[in-house]
């Protein structure tokens, strides 16, 4: 639950991807509902199947400044995924760094 709520905590209010759940939501969650979700989390990760929603993003083109609005060559593509999904890889990358600092394998 710590690392569930310390996720939470870190994440930016950025739009959300195309499940529309925003992070403003999960925030907000009362203690069972973030106890469920805990338990989602904790399937994927013992389960190793991830959620196939996870692989879809919304992609929208935002032109660069100063640039001619004529060329496509002039924007850049901000992809919006799940705020879930980015909650469970804040989380895994957590946990990764911590074994791999532990372990001597890169420095704190």
């Known amino acids: 639950m710590f690392e569930l709520k310390?996720?939470?905590?870190?994440?930016?209010?950025?739009?959300?991807?195309?499940?529309?759940?925003?992070?403003?939501?999960?925030?907000?969650?009362n203690t069972t509902s973030l106890s469920h979700l805990l338990l989602l989390f904790n399937r994927i990760w013992t389960e190793q199947k991830y959620p196939s929603q996870w692989h879809e993003a919304i992609v929208n083109?935002?032109?660069?400044?100063?640039?001619?609005?004529?060329?496509?060559?002039?924007?850049?593509?901000i992809a919006l995924t799940s705020c879930l999904c980015k909650t469970f890889?804040?989380?895994?990358?957590?946990?990764?760094?911590?074994?791999?600092?532990?372990?001597?394998?890169i420095s704190p």
Do not use: M, W
């Not at 739009?15 to 992070?23: E, M, Q, R, T």
């Not at 935002?62 to 593509?77: A, D, H």
């Not at 890889?89 to 394998?105: D, S, T, Y």
């Open 61 to 77: 083109p935002i032109l660069k400044p100063g640039k001619e609005s004529s060329n496509r060559l002039n924007y850049r593509p």
């Open 89 to 105: 890889e804040r989380i895994v990358n957590a946990r990764l760094v911590f074994e791999l600092e532990k372990q001597g394998c």
């Open 6 to 29: 310390t996720a939470l905590s870190r994440a930016h209010d950025t739009s959300p991807g195309p499940d529309g759940i925003a992070y403003n939501i999960l925030r907000h969650l």
